[in-house]
């Protein structure tokens, strides 16, 4: 039994520096510093900002659709028949064409471009606000599970002093044989209990690593925020003022705006296949037969210019456009139908976070002032019980009344934390990282 109390006291000690290591190896991040960390280095994040990229060079693109083509040949060729001597022969060209006239197609495709081109912005900052909302819930729960883990390493040394002090007493016969295993099963729990909330700390910090991308293996602890944070979060805005801003600062209901915008061009695209096209084209070349001999003469009088207009009239394509812009109606139709469903959503999710953060922040309050409660109150039973006035099962009692009720404070702290946080995201007070 003494090995048994000794591995669990080592183990205590070993909880307490598990994971440490020097000051210097180890990265130390705020809840700030973590976001600001991954909107640097996360790789999601950069290959979202790529995307964006990538459409505004496809509208920069796009503008050069109403600029002519241009472009210039240069041939050199040797033939030879049978019974005949071989020749060489060249041709030189420029040529040039310009859409004047397609029913607008190539106006509104630009205009599409550039549309898609701001969606993507948008696009960006959905991605940005869900990024921060999953760091914030590992940060935050690695945090509580931290803060559980010192909680239960106290009951721990607690338990391992009670074990060994019943061992004492049924060696004197002053408590049952049941008793003293009581005290031990307790240990037993205890001990398996900080193992738990250890791994799952770890686990949360592993997740965290992946989303701010930085090697598994690099040290990481976080830094506990100001205590003062708390009680600032408590003061909740009304919620009418965080209903106003958090629709004015969603991602989502301005990239549904953005796809009804979006469909209304692409129904204009298509309709511009009724119209006739105009273009307009021309083109310069000269070239020279034989050897060289006469050069600047032959391309001199081989010289030749040619300019043209074409008009092209749609007749008949089986329908085709008509079909097209049918189909663009209804797609038309169907993104502002989503566009409404994507406000009634966000409007009821703002909702719904808002009265779920009053709720959260009334059972933190709750929840504080009965984790004290029943600390004062084990201190007491723990006195009582080394004065022999109380039995163990009435110790072990209060003691898990105790431990149900950190339990009880931690999650519905850092859940009210989290919930707080996730309402400034909503609102927008992220979007300056």
């Known amino acids: 039994m003494k090995k048994f109390l000794t591995t669990a006291i080592t183990f205590v000690w070993l909880a307490s520096v598990y994971g440490q290591t020097s000051d210097s190896d180890t990265l130390r991040l705020t809840l700030e510093a973590c976001l600001e960390y991954a909107f640097r280095n996360s790789y999601g994040r950069q290959s979202q900002k790529l995307s964006e990229t990538a459409k505004e060079e496809l509208y920069e693109q796009g503008k050069m659709e109403r600029f002519p083509s241009l472009s210039a040949s240069v041939g050199e060729n040797l033939s030879h028949t049978r019974g005949s001597s071989a020749e060489w022969s060249g041709s030189y060209g420029i040529s040039t064409g310009m859409t004047l006239y397609q029913g607008g197609q190539i106006n509104q495709s630009i205009r599409q471009n550039k549309l898609t081109a701001e969606q993507a912005g948008y696009q960006s900052t959905q991605y940005d606000n869900n990024l921060i909302i999953q760091i914030l819930q590992n940060f935050l729960t690695a945090l509580g599970n931290e803060e559980l883990l010192k909680y239960q390493q106290t009951v721990l040394c607690t338990s391992a002093e009670q074990a060994k002090q019943g061992r004492e007493f049924f060696r004197v016969g002053q408590i049952l044989e049941s008793d003293y295993l009581l005290l031990e099963a307790q240990l037993a729990t205890d001990s398996s209990n900080v193992l738990e909330t250890g791994i799952n700390r770890d686990n949360n910090l592993s997740l965290l690593k992946v989303l701010l991308s930085i090697d598994p293996g690099m040290p990481l602890r976080l830094v506990y925020p100001d205590t003062a944070l708390i009680r600032t979060l408590l003061v909740l805005p009304e919620e009418g003022y965080v209903l106003e801003r958090s629709l004015n600062a969603s991602p989502e209901l301005q990239i549904s705006a953005y796809d009804v915008r979006i469909a209304e061009t692409g129904l204009k695209i298509v309709r511009s296949a009724y119209y006739p096209s105009l273009n307009l084209n021309g083109s310069i070349g000269t070239g020279h037969n034989d050897d060289f001999s006469g050069f600047g003469n032959q391309l001199r009088d081989r010289l030749n210019e040619q300019i043209g207009a074409t008009l092209s009239i749609p007749v008949f394509n089986r329908n085709r456009t008509r079909s097209n812009v049918i189909q663009s109606k209804i797609a038309l139709e169907q993104a502002e139908l989503n566009r409404k469903q994507v406000e009634l959503d966000v409007r009821q999710s703002i909702l719904q976070e808002y009265r779920d953060v009053v709720v959260s922040a009334g059972k933190y309050r709750s929840s504080e002032i009965r984790q004290e409660a029943y600390f004062r109150s084990f201190e007491v039973y723990k006195a009582l019980y080394r004065a022999g006035s109380i039995t163990t099962t009435d110790l072990l009692q209060q ?29 927008g007070e992220y979007s300056k990282i």
């Open 399 to 427: 003691q898990n009344s105790y431990i149900n009720a950190i339990n009880e404070y931690i999650q519905n702290k850092y859940g009210f934390i989290l919930k707080r946080k996730i309402l400034d995201v909503y609102m």
